[in-house]
């Protein structure tokens, strides 16, 4: 992965001098809260309902062993001795303390980490595929732009107040895992006809309040105008975005109002003046970058392990976990494995400091060294050989890691909601955690398959639920918790936003509610459907009748 | 003590000088804001008033000394203004959702005017940024580029990197301490203003 230079570590020790004194400012009573907290925001840090949150910078999802161990060292030192992994591939600590903040940043600076505009209303960390650079699938490794683009959108002097949060993903595959419609600037990288590397840019995508999967604005753009084409973007915003409404703010709305013929012929206009501007990228650039990115020595293996092979067919336990966390690799004989960081009845993403360690000792054993954070809230060793996938699984299993639940019900996508964000409407790890006590039992779970259940707070959808197979939404009624619950929603290249099936529950009655819309699935499914096929085919009509249907038992009772 | 901080491009150097310009602002506005269904009328898409003819006509110019009046004021008095302008007595400020194109429009040559300046209302509008940036870039203009209104410490490195020249630091703050953030990074990575090569073109970083 990415190494720091000298110019790197220079600009994050810099940014530690600068957020001290800002620190030292505040607690002087020099700065206004109003005037701390933009600051403070670019820096990571919120003012939660509790204690304030700090969000660390874990670009594009990855981190070193070294990394990671710091980050449970400081999740020990500084907060309660954990910390949770969110859905743009960050850390949060939930109980920091501000005072404490600069030292936590000096600490991160150490091992080439930071919590730069990681909130606050400017271009945050850019996001991409957890598998980049070892997936078959893939035609172009995006993380080596992934970096170019971090260092370009670092401090950037024109956007550093925009007029809302800003977010970039990057792609690399047909089948898009980084969700790039559903970002302000999504970014497919391809081989055009001619063999160059090229990109489609989508624009406009985001979830939130008013959800909305991006347009394409270029089919084609040469890479080396990433940047420069990105400024344009950028700068239209900038200049015409909202700035009177905080929920109309976001570029989606802008283009969305001048429709995305007119936002595109802006954006072009302002573009024909920075083509080739310097910021262009330069080859050179690009290759030393490169080299940063998928160099290991991996060793020449046979596809098959014939003692992996053994094992998978006398232990069941362990098939079951191969079966749905690990991943097939583009090197023969390495697979990808995912840490669950989902057991039933914990918050999605948590991890302790204990459990970060023993995930550096493992990157460290078994995967050069070096680990990824999913938008998914797991962790990923991306590079294991089959023959020592067992041994993983054991130490994984003995820390709690190896729920073998990737891709199923239980592996809920969740904000940190109620318990502590001051945005919330209504708490969501505890929901998340009543539906996983309900559905542990893993035959069941295997047998229900693929599904994806994402849960977020409020509004601003930071669980995504709008493009959950199911999705829940925390609102507020006459002051209390309620959920909203739609289907149908879906990431990837065929995308969709999920569809509202009626008023909204109750914390109580939630496990059911998920309950029943299995069951009309189970009841309903062709033997090749996934949940999400069958609501797309049989539309929403089924599972809202079953999830509303009169229970007369119930009634007779309060009758 | 002045709170002009003033960024002299040759040397590289910033110092607190004293203010030779004179900000001439508009009287307030009669118009309540109109609001239908719920939508301001008055407002663009971004939210601002736009200057009444009352205003324009209310606004009082002193009648001597370097000036700077908004760009409303201008277009509307540019007969009456055109002798101070030939003396390089007149510059012209602007709101950040005014357009460049307005203020272009009035000139042959931008470069006349001695003085532009830019008012932000509240920190948080970042407009201000792109705003110089294409004052520079795309107009080319090379007089001293000014911020006034909410300006903190804290926009200044930005600022400077988007072109602005001089920076009226808010009255409850110390120009003084404000000096230093006009260099709090040494090393930027992307290209702007100020310096236009990003760090790939500036260092060999292999
Ligand atoms: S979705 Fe709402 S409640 Fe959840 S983390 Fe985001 S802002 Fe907070």
Known sequence: ?559 | MSNLIKFDIENKKASVVENEWQCVELPPSEVAERVQAGKVVLFKLTGENTVTEAQIANTVIPATGKVIVPLSVYAAKKDALAERMDASALGIWLDTHETLESLIAQFDDINRLPIIAIHVARFADGRIFSLGTLLRTRYGYKNELRAFGDVLRDQLFFLKRSGFTSFLIRADRSADEALASLNDFSAPYQGAVDEPKPVFQRYNRA
């Open chain 1, 1 to 559: 992965m990415y190494k720091y230079d000298a110019i790197d570590q220079k600009i994050v020790d810099e940014r530690v001098t600068q957020y001290r004194d800002q620190t030292r400012r505040y607690l002087a009573g020099e700065l206004s809260e109003d005037e701390f907290r933009p600051l403070r925001l670019q820096n990571g840090l919120y003012i939660q309902r509790h204690a304030p949150m700090l969000r660390i910078a874990v670009p594009y999802g990855m981190l070193s062993s070294k990394q990671l161990r710091k980050l449970g060292d400081i999740a020990k030192k500084y907060d309660k001795d954990y910390g949770h992994f969110s859905t743009r591939q960050n850390l949060q600590l939930n109980w920091p303390k501000l005072e404490d903040t600069p030292d936590i940043l000096a600490e991160l600076a150490t091992v080439e980490m930071h919590a730069i505009q990681t909130s606050g209303n400017c271009i945050r960390n850019i996001t991409t595929d957890q598998f980049a650079g070892i997936a078959p699938d893939e035609i172009i490794d995006p993380r080596a732009m992934a970096e170019i683009m971090r260092q370009w959108s670092t401090f950037h002097p024109e956007f550093a107040l925009l007029p809302r949060k800003f977010k970039i993903a990057v792609s690399g595959t047909k089948d898009d895992r980084a969700v790039v419609q559903a970002h302000d600037i999504g970014m497919e990288f391809y081989k055009d006809a001619a063999g160059k590397l090229a990109i489609k840019v989508w624009v406009g995508g985001g979830l939130g309040r008013t959800p909305i999967l991006g347009s394409v604005i270029r089919e084609h753009l040469e890479w080396q105008h990433a940047l420069t084409y990105c400024e344009a973007i950028i700068r239209v915003y900038n200049l015409h975005g909202r700035r009177d409404n905080i929920y109309k703010a976001r570029i989606k709305i802008l283009v969305k109002a001048l429709g995305i013929e007119e936002f595109k012929r802006q954006v072009e206009a302002e573009w024909a003046h920075l083509k080739d501007a310097p910021n262009t990228i330069t080859e050179a650039e690009l290759a030393r970058v490169s080299t940063y990115f998928g160099v290991f020595d991996y060793a020449k293996l046979p596809a098959y392990d014939a003692s992996f092979d053994a094992t998978v067919a006398s232990n069941p336990a362990f098939a079951a976990w191969v079966k749905r966390c690990t991943h097939a690799h583009k090197i023969p004989g390495y697979r990808a494995v995912t840490l669950s960081l989902k057991p039933h009845g914990k918050a999605p993403g948590d991890a302790t400091s204990a459990q970060m360690h023993t995930v550096a000792d493992l990157a460290e054993a078994y995967s050069f060294g070096e680990l990824r954070v999913s938008h998914e809230q797991n962790l990923i060793l991306a590079d294991v050989k089959l023959s020592d996938l067992f041994a993983v699984w054991e130490k994984a299993r003995a820390n709690g890691l190896a729920t073998p639940n990737i891709g199923l019900l239980t592996d809920i996508i969740c904000c940190p909601g109620g318990d502590f964000c001051s945005l919330a409407n209504a708490k969501s790890i505890p929901i998340a955690e009543a539906i996983q006590m309900q559905f542990d039992n893993l035959d069941y779970l295997h047998d229900i398959g693929d599904i994806e259940l994402n849960i977020s707070g409020c509004m601003n959808a930071c669980g995504h639920h709008h493009v959950g197979h199911i999705g829940i939404l925390g609102v507020d009624k006459d002051g209390s918790e309620w959920y909203q619950v739609s289907i149908g929603g879906k990431q990837g290249n065929d995308a969709s936003i999920g569809a509202v099936i009626g008023p909204s529950f109750s914390a109580e009655e939630m496990p059911q509610v998920v309950q029943k819309l299995i069951d009309v699935y189970v009841k309903e499914r062709t033997p090749e459907e996934r949940f999400i096929d069958t609501v797309r085919r049989l539309g929403i009509a089924p599972f809202k009748a079953h999830v509303y249907a009169r229970d007369p038992a119930k009634e007779s009772a309060t009758a």
